[in-house]
């Protein structure tokens, strides 16, 4: 991939600040092993440690019991000691021996258990059953408060908190990792936030559309209740559920059960009143399983608002580093009524009092080709250098568009304003279209038949405002499966939008462009490919309802990587033998591919970034044990001209999205910590089962214009040769090289572009067209 004879690649290097901060005791831990007398079976262990819990206590006075590992840990150091216990009306005898001690050195050396962590977890426990915090998943949150914010002050109600787990370092001691998180409560009630975005989007949705708008809006969502002031999370809609359905409601002091309704039950207790219909959401906090009533809760952030506020804290860098140090201040020099002091005390626990430090480097200027001319990424993007010309223009002569009576008047003035834009603005030539009138979708999969010829180019639909999503849906299957053909849907609400129509105009004309193989710009890769080279990107989704995994790929073409080659698969209850043929099939289809463009024969490296979804299969741990194999078994089979075996250079990446850890250029002086630049690049060991022994690192690649950067985590899962000069620097450069080749943005993105290609593929085929698109459609980008 480099030329051996170019000098090394150089990164600038800089020193950036994390959310990392040191974890130690002041003195010694002890651990001790748990058992049954007289029996092996340890399923009932935790259940008996539960029963016993206040003898234990006696005895060890502060304690921790690892499920996993079926131990305890105390700051107390005794002799062995037995407990009775009680389980199903059985009585059993537990046995506490074998202590071990842990020291500080030990702990500071990595040389302490990694079991440990669940006494860092305990402290957090205490202080939000203390009332300090509301525990919301890996969240804790203050309660809601009012506090001033914005330009003038004013007040606003908001919550506040922080994110907190533990992280061992490669051969080093335990860091507590934190994230400050800060949510400004909507004055709108959730039922009110979501009608209003149906009202705003489609004003007549049908029932099924109208639920998916409120899931979309709640799953996931934080929420604060308006009667006692607590936070919880959404993980479920219930549409089956309303106000007026039932349940048992539990007398505590009486242990009587008597039935009730949801209004009947908040009516009575909070003297909350709820009108109209809405389905109730299910939702969690401090452990606790709740159903919530949309009315009487609200979201927190800007779920279903169309614009954040840019001033709020949690926007900038430098609230979020302050947040951690004041976390950190907790544990070593709260006051005495503060519950993490005191827990931390208890277990002579203390924490660093700044964040660790680390060495980064910095990415070299990056430079893009528009047309003739080269031009450097700026912080904000290059968008402003695609308002003259694009890379690589397209003639469209042939195309359709396809509309409904109620937007007849619309047609005229948009193909007038496409044809000006397009040819004024980029030099893209837009010939006048065939129109086609139809008014029920119906009559929308025949009038596609009898107009769409092999030569046709694009069809266009200016979708209606009444069941926009279904009659989108309809329209990207037929012409994704049946008649495959590029298509773009534009809603009409949209282009009726006189004051962003220029921009709206400007987007349709660049994304069209691009899904026909028109590059809007093409990457400067430097030293990076002086020889051929492919890049692919995979990514898959499972979906557990169906038991369907939807599995996507996307390869490059070209030198440049600007052209693709692109494929999906849905596989119904996959097997490994289905998987493995998935696979295969994509391999051969791209090498076949990659040959035919330009007559420039095979692949001599392959670059393969394989996004970490949600199924099972594509944790990097069994990545590497189960597909790396099945990429080398495919590459194996293949046979150059002549017969002799194909030997490419392979390296094998998986993608890690949303990384916990942080990165900021520390303060200087009296400033404030800043976001670090797109392209910076951090090797961090983080002592984990999947990373043992692989080349991984951190790359802070999106140019963001408020928050911060959320680095990819990348792990090297296999490397031929082992030798490869496409490691450390080199890597970093050319990942984040990959990350500005993404053309529905002009600027760096969290992913390589091969990858955010496979995603975007996966997520249109399995939200809108359910099937596998047509073979005619592999060589272009028809699902941007």
Known sequence: ??????????????????????????ASVFRYSVSVEGEDDTSNLPRLVASAWPELSKSLTHLVFHRGNHCLFSPTKVDDFSVSATVDGAAMTLKVGGCSEITPTQIEAGEGPRELSAVFRHVLAQATRQGRYQRVGRRFCNF????????????ISAVAGFHAMVRWLRGGSPYLQVDGIYGQIQALSVKDTVLSAVEAHVPALSPPEATGVWAGLCQGALVVTRYNNRVYQVKQVRVDLN????????DRPSQQQTETTFAEYFATKYNASITGPQPLL????????????PELCCFIGNR???????HEPHLQASWRHQTGIAVA???NSGDEGDPLFQVARNWNMQVAASPMEVEATASPQMHVKVGSESHPVEEAGFQRHLRGEVHVPRCFSDWIIVYADPDSGLISNLLAALRNTAEAAFGITFKPPTQILCDREEDLESALQSAVEPTTQLVML?????????????FKTLLCTTIPCVSQVVQSRTVRKRQVIAEVLTRIILQINAKMCGPLWQLDLGPTFDKTAMVIGIHDHFDGASDTLWLGFCASMDRPCSQYHSRAHKLVSPTPRTYDKAYQKFVFGALQAFAEQGDQGLPTHIIVYRGCGNSRRSNPAALRRDEVPILRHALSSVKCVGGAPYDPEVTYISVSRRAPVRFLLPPAGEGQATNVPAGTAVQLDCDSPADADLENFYLASAQVSSGMPVPSHYRVLYRVPDDSPLRGPVLHDLTHRFCLSYFNAAKSIAFPAPLQYSRKLVNLLRTAVHEEHHHRLNGCLFFL
Not at 304 to 310: E, F, K, L, V
């Open 304 to 310: 279903g608002s169309p614009t954040g506020n840019r």
């Open 243 to 250: 106000p007026h359905s039932t349940f048992l409601r539990k």
């Open 329 to 331: 201040s907790q544990f």
């Open 144 to 155: 809601p408060e009012e506090r001033d914010a914005g330009p003038r002050g004013e007040k």
């Open 282 to 293: 299910q939702a969690t906090s401090n452990n606790e399983e709740v159903m919530l009533v």
């Open 1 to 26: 991939i480099m030329d051996s004879n170019r000098p090394p690649l150089e990164r600038p290097s800089q020193v950036v600040a994390t959310n990392l901060f040191k974890l130690g005791f002041s």
């Open 462 to 474: 200016l979708t209606p405002t009444r069941d926009c999503k279904r009659v989108y849906s309809i």
